[in-house]
Nanobody, 121 residues
């Protein structure tokens, strides 16, 4: 069984920065696309940023220029650097990855448990 474990969330003042990490709980044969999503209270989960295995990235308009997604394939770890945070960024942030645990295994989508980010005004 594979788990994605997020860390780095917390409370920060508006204008501040946080760096989220998401690591696989065990060695993985291959990881394809990865991404960050967030869900604010009373709202649907929304896509924040994605990154392909080759490093191509995409961002939601609301975070462009402020957030940077990256990955370390050697460590099977995903990152989200968040700068210039504002209260609208307050949400639970989830990481997501399409991966194969073993050679020949089917690719499956996995989710982390979520980490809370709270931005105070």
């Amino acid at each position: 069984q594979v788990q994605l474990v997020e860390s780095g969330g917390g409370l920060v003042q508006a204008g501040g920065s946080l760096r989220l990490s998401c690591a696989a709980s065990r060695s993985i044969f291959s990881i394809n696309a990865m991404g960050w999503y967030r869900q604010a209270p009373g709202k649907q989960r929304e896509l924040v940023a994605t990154i392909t295995s080759g490093g191509s990235t995409s961002y939601a308009d609301s975070v462009k220029g402020r957030f940077t997604i990256s990955r370390d394939n050697d460590k099977n770890t995903l990152y989200l650097q968040m700068n210039s945070l504002n209260p609208a960024d307050t949400a639970v942030y989830y990481c997501n990855a399409y991966l194969r645990v073993f050679p020949g295994a089917s690719q499956r989508r996995y989710w982390g448990q979520g980490t809370q980010v709270t931005v105070s005004s």
